[in-house]
């Protein structure tokens, strides 16, 4: 019988965690779906043009358009690392145009002692 004993603790241990992530009840008709969605919307993407890269994605965020890809215009591949010291010189898709909330913009960026 030791080897009843010896999973008993280890088995209400493991049912006690799983009801606690559970929200505390098993029986709970609630389903979770995760973070709320947000819903698509069109939008008019700004100019960005000649902005410092950092003010540039903050506008863009505001106006609900969240995903962004920077690039390095001068081919070089750099990194962005430090958003303040980039400026914006060409932008996709191009401003004025009208897109989902969904749709990525591509910030073409160049070092302000480029």
Do not use: F
């Amino acid at each position: 019988m030791p080897i009843t004993r010896s999973l008993a603790v280890p088995v209400a241990l493991v049912t006690a965690v799983a009801v606690a992530g559970c929200g505390g009840s098993v029986h709970s008709n609630r389903r979770h779906h995760g973070p709320a969605r947000r819903a698509l919307q069109t939008v008019t993407v700004p100019s960005v043009i000649g902005m410092n890269h950092q003010k540039a994605q903050n506008l863009l965020q505001s106006r609900g358009l969240r995903n962004m890809v920077e690039r390095d215009v001068t081919g070089r591949g750099r990194k962005l690392l430090i958003d303040r010291n980039w400026v914006v010189v060409r932008q996709s898709p191009s401003p004025g145009s009208r897109v989902s909330s969904s749709t990525t913009v591509t910030l073409y960026s160049k070092k302000y002692t480029d």
